[in-house]
């Protein structure tokens, strides 16, 4: 497993975003055969809820946008110091250029800056603070802007039901700087890409791009949840089988490399893959349940790439300070990831609500401006 | 833990309608779904420090059968 101690860098402050537009479980009734007691007993044991979900045309690189103008906005933060852009995602606007440079061009951030986006889901955040913290740590960089989404809402068929209810969509902006005094942050990641196929979308990338011969297939499971072949899959039971044989594992070895104590964290902020999983690794590991919560879960939903922050930014009523927290992440790839990070000082901006701007360019007209691109009719 | 105990609990964890007992086959519950494996496997876990996958519900075909994977004294 790789293990760090950052040292000198401070999380000056969080923020998330998510669309307007909720879905909320109880008007789902029919996914549940129009059975109040089923429908129950699946929000007592996944903690089903409402969730974010972003209309046909609002990506991720919307919510970043809005989560990073606020953050900095609240903050009072010249951008202009911003050297380092990091966009952790797996739900991009176009297979190339990366999203951040989209997101470099709408901050209207300088060019003395270091772009790029980092590619993973669950796990996502705390990869990301972890770069940021190396980066910082090792003087390459004095102020980065980690921003981190996803829209999981758009990787399924609302009819799958294995997938579409657990997710919500979400960014969240996050602004690091380097800091003289003594602040360290513990990191523990680990990665098993053996498990790569548990949590997959088939088609869409170079190995199997989407064409006409598969637009029409709509395949079935047992259970009727419609699946096509770009959607994802998550194979349920060997992720929690996996997440139980690595996580509190992961977070005991990161207490024990740290040198603390589980007395010592203020805060567990557990990835929210659902109710059951929170608990499970909770009790697990022993993690006293007034210290973490798995109700942000029921109130947005999985966020994937940025889960644990909605977490932290959900917290921002409940605990005004939150103090030395224990963050910790697991998902698609497969992999895993644990932070022990000192929040004191930190702004939390809490979640923001994302509402649609009028007249998006439907698809139609997105496909005429690139042919118009392309033939050179447009500058 | 004695058997009402265990019983209370797993009832609690599978959110069954009907009140479980001993001689209860899991397949038999219209409860026995993904949801309830997984909350059967978290619960041996994080109650009993009992280590099972889902390949062990071949085995584990009663309520009975949980109970002595959890070390429930019969």
């Given at each position: 497993m790789?293990?760090?101690?950052?040292?000198?860098?401070?999380?000056?402050?969080?923020?998330?975003?998510?669309?307007?537009?909720?879905?909320d479980?109880d008007?789902e009734?029919?996914y549940f055969?129009?059975?109040?007691?089923?429908?129950?007993?699946?929000?007592?044991?996944?903690?089903?809820?409402?969730?974010?979900?972003?209309?046909?045309?609002?990506?991720?690189v919307?919510?970043c946008?809005?989560?990073?103008?606020?953050?900095l906005g609240?903050?009072?933060?010249?951008?202009g110091g911003?050297d380092?852009?990091?966009?952790?995602?797996?739900?991009?606007?176009y297979?190339?250029p990366?999203?951040?440079?989209l997101?470099?061009?709408?901050l209207?951030?300088?060019?003395?800056?270091?772009v790029?986006?980092?590619?993973l889901?669950c796990?996502g955040?705390?990869?990301?603070?972890?770069l940021?913290?190396?980066l910082?740590?090792?003087g390459?960089?004095t102020?980065?802007?980690?921003l981190?989404?996803?829209?999981?809402?758009t990787?399924?068929?609302?009819?799958n039901r294995?997938?579409?209810?657990l997710?919500?969509?979400?960014?969240?902006?996050t602004l690091?700087?380097h800091?003289?005094?003594?602040?360290p942050a513990?990191?523990?990641?680990?990665?098993r890409?053996?498990?790569?196929d548990r949590?997959?979308?088939p088609?869409g990338?170079?190995?199997?791009?989407?064409r006409?011969?598969?637009?029409?297939?709509?395949?079935?499971?047992?259970?009727?949840?419609v699946w096509?072949?770009?959607?994802?899959?998550i194979?349920?039971?060997?992720?929690?089988?996996?997440t139980?044989?690595v996580?509190?594992?992961?977070i005991?070895e990161?207490l024990?490399f740290?040198?603390?104590?589980?007395?010592e964290i203020?805060?567990f902020?557990?990835?929210?893959?659902?109710?059951q999983i929170?608990?499970?690794?909770?009790?697990?590991?022993?993690?006293?349940?007034e210290?973490?919560t798995?109700?942000?879960?029921?109130?947005y939903?999985?966020?994937?790439t940025?889960?644990?922050a909605t977490?932290?930014?959900?917290q921002?009523d409940?605990?005004?300070v939150?103090?030395?927290?224990?963050l910790?992440?697991?998902?698609v790839g497969?992999s895993?990831?644990?932070?022990?990070?000192?929040?004191?000082?930190?702004?939390?901006?809490?979640?923001?609500?994302?509402?649609?701007?009028?007249g998006l360019?439907a698809r139609e007209?997105?496909?005429?401006e690139?042919?118009?691109y392309?033939k050179?009719?447009?500058? | 833990?004695?058997?009402?105990?265990?019983?209370?609990?797993?009832?609690?964890?599978l959110?069954?309608?009907?009140?479980?007992?001993?001689?209860?086959?899991l397949?038999?519950?219209?409860?026995?779904d993904?949801?309830?494996?997984?909350?059967?496997?978290?619960f041996?876990d994080s109650?009993f420090?009992?280590?099972?996958?889902f390949?062990?519900?071949?085995?584990m075909?009663?309520v009975?059968?949980?109970?002595?994977?959890?070390?429930?004294?019969?």
């Amino acid at each position: 497993m790789s293990k760090a101690l950052l040292n000198h860098v401070r999380i000056r402050g969080v923020k998330t975003v998510v669309p307007d537009r909720f879905i909320d479980i109880d008007d789902e009734i029919e996914y549940f055969g129009h059975n109040v007691r089923q429908l129950e007993r699946a929000k007592k044991m996944v903690g089903f809820g409402r969730r974010p979900v972003v209309p046909e045309g609002v990506t991720v690189v919307d919510l970043c946008e809005r989560a990073a103008a606020d953050l900095l906005g609240e903050l009072g933060t010249d951008k202009g110091g911003i050297d380092t852009l990091i966009l952790v995602n797996q739900s991009p606007d176009y297979v190339f250029p990366p999203s951040s440079y989209l997101l470099h061009d709408r901050l209207g951030l300088g060019e003395e800056c270091a772009v790029f986006d980092v590619g993973l889901g669950c796990s996502g955040y705390v990869y990301g603070l972890w770069l940021a913290h190396s980066l910082i740590a090792s003087g390459a960089s004095t102020r980065v802007l980690l921003l981190a989404g996803d829209a999981a809402s758009t990787h399924a068929d609302p009819r799958n039901r294995l997938y579409y209810p657990l997710f919500g969509d979400a960014a969240s902006a996050t602004l690091l700087e380097h800091e003289p005094g003594d602040n360290p942050a513990w990191f523990a990641l680990g990665a098993r890409g053996a498990g790569w196929d548990r949590i997959v979308a088939p088609a869409g990338g170079r190995r199997l791009p989407i064409r006409k011969d598969m637009c029409d297939i709509e395949v079935r499971d047992a259970a009727g949840n419609v699946w096509h072949p770009w959607d994802g899959i998550i194979r349920g039971m060997d992720v929690f089988n996996f997440t139980m044989e690595v996580v509190p594992k992961n977070i005991r070895e990161l207490l024990l490399f740290a040198g603390k104590g589980m007395e010592e964290i203020d805060f567990f902020a557990l990835h929210q893959a659902n109710r059951q999983i929170v608990e499970a690794i909770a009790a697990k590991t022993g993690i006293p349940k007034e210290k973490t919560t798995w109700e942000t879960f029921s109130r947005y939903g999985n966020n994937s790439t940025t889960s644990v922050a909605t977490v932290l930014c959900d917290q921002r009523d409940a605990r005004p300070v939150l103090g030395r927290c224990l963050l910790s992440a697991f998902g698609v790839g497969l992999s895993w990831g644990s932070a022990i990070v000192g929040m004191d000082g930190c702004h939390n901006g809490g979640i923001g609500l994302y509402p649609a701007p009028a007249g998006l360019p439907a698809r139609e007209e997105q496909v005429e401006e690139w042919i118009r691109y392309f033939k050179g009719e447009k500058g | 833990m004695t058997h009402e105990e265990f019983l209370e609990k797993f009832q609690d964890v599978l959110q069954t309608e009907e009140p479980l007992g001993m001689d209860t086959v899991l397949e038999d519950l219209v409860e026995w779904d993904s949801l309830a494996r997984m909350a059967t496997v978290a619960f041996l876990d994080s109650d009993f420090g009992v280590g099972a996958t889902f390949e062990d519900f071949v085995e584990m075909r009663t309520v009975a059968d949980v109970a002595r994977k959890a070390g429930v004294a019969s």
